[in-house]
């Protein structure tokens, strides 16, 4: 479910990760504090990184002459199970998650419900510094028996996205219509459609997926009284062709499991979510993904997150950062299990990695340290078909397999 960055260079050996160079010390810059240890991020540095300069407001025009600030944003956080140890690349420890909620109750966060979120990002309004948003996806029992009590006891809004199909079959553990709406009757819980059933939607025809998308739509608004306007990608996986479905059946906002914080400039029907579960939900990951700001990109290329034949893999990768922030040259740009190659032209980041992506799910992601001392962060998720992954000449050791694999 997770694949993270490391900032700690010392825990690189650990995963069978190694950095492309070292960065040069830049000031205070790699003096990192013991909150930002061993989180397991494959740092690839720009080539050239040189020394910082004078820091700059940030704020900036984009295209459309509309002002934006780059710090304006929020961190949206993704949890799908609660007390579940058997399934932990799912699920986090109650005592996790209590330690989480103590955290965003009395560390000086804003948490707002998402659409209060969505609705600031699509009406340009800024949202308060270190906004933060839950969200939990599938609506399984421990929702309902776990996290539900301990949100509600702390007054924290929360979103979860339910794939109706599970419901109205009455699965075991899984939450009952009547029990979802006990909790949104309750106050502070708001619905998210993530398709009638939990399938790999990029891999259906475009009949199907809004077929998917419009049967979760029904059920919801016969069980609830509204159809949602918010929607979660089923494995954070995302196409072209589903992300003009999504479009098409007028969702305000689209949610993805890849990395970053979710700012004015980001697409709103690929906004991204961190990730959360056992391996990923330690105190110090947590403060620094819950602090993270976003990186202001456009220009994004390719459009299609979909690799389906080997001519698109490895994606030639870019945006172009619409700042200005931070000195880019200072810009960490990471893949697992590989050493891109970075070229800085202006404001235009171009990224070319040395070998295809592996079959499934793959992420890059980038990180900037802010003048504040916090992280910028802009993550992708990739989905690769068999045909477009070619397979290693040599079989990868357990040191460089994926981190926390998962079937949702």
């Known amino acids: 479910m997770v694949d993270d960055m490391v900032i700690s260079r010392g825990a690189l050996s650990d995963r069978g990760l190694r950095p492309l160079r070292k960065p040069r010390p830049v000031g205070g810059y790699m003096a990192l504090t013991s909150a930002l240890l061993g989180i397991g991020l ?33 961190v949206v956080l993704m949890y799908h199970r609660f007390g579940e140890d058997h399934l932990p690349s799912t699920s986090v420890r109650l005592s996790q998650f209590e330690a989480h909620l103590d ?39 421990s929702v309902y028996e776990e996290a539900w009590p301990r949100l509600r006891a702390r007054n924290l809004p929360f979103t979860i996205f339910v794939s109706t199909a599970p419901l109205d079959r009455g699965l075991p553990g899984y939450v009952s219509w009547d029990e979802l709406r006990e909790m949104v009757e309750g106050g502070g819980v708001t619905v998210g459609n993530h398709g009638h059933r939990h399938s790999h939607m990029v891999r259906l025809s475009a009949e199907e997926q809004r077929a998917n998308i419009d049967k979760a739509a029904v059920r919801l608004f016969a069980e609830l009284g509204s159809a949602p306007q918010i929607f979660a990608y089923p494995y954070g996986e995302i196409s072209a062709e589903l992300r003009a479905a999504v479009r098409d059946a007028g969702f305000e906002a689209a949610f993805g499991q890849h990395s970053g914080a979710a ?19 330690d105190m110090e990951r947590f403060r620094l993904v819950a602090n993270t700001l976003p990186l202001p990109v456009r220009e994004v290329t390719p459009n299609d997150l979909f690799l389906r034949t080997a001519a698109q893999n490895p ?47 793959a992420r890059i992601n980038c990180t900037l340290r802010a003048d504040n001392g916090r992280w910028r962060w802009f993550g992708t998720q990739f989905v690769v078909s068999s045909d477009a992954a070619v397979a290693p000449t040599t079989a990868p050791s357990a040191a460089t397999q994926p981190a926390g694999a998962t079937s949702e």
């Open 315 to 361: 994606p030639s990768f870019g945006f172009t950062v619409a700042g200005p922030v931070e000195d880019l040259r200072n810009l960490n740009c990471f893949a697992r299990g590989d050493e891109p190659a970075l070229t800085l032209l202006d404001n235009r980041i171009e990224l070319r990695l040395s070998q295809p992506l592996p079959s499934g799910r």
């Open 42 to 74: 494959l740092a690839i540095g720009l080539v050239g990184a040189a020394s910082a300069q004078e820091a700059k407001p940030a704020r900036d025009t984009n295209l459309s002459g509309i002002t934006h600030s780059a710090d304006s944003g929020a």
């Open 103 to 141: 955290e965003l109750a009395t560390g000086g966060y804003h948490v707002l419900p998402l659409p209060e979120i969505v609705s600031a990002l699509r009406e340009g309004r800024p949202l308060p510094d270190r906004s933060v948003a839950i969200t939990i996806d599938d609506g399984v029992r």
């Open 263 to 281: 700012g004015p400039l980001a697409d709103r029907l690929t906004l991204p979510r961190f990730p959360i579960n056992e391996a990923y939900g």
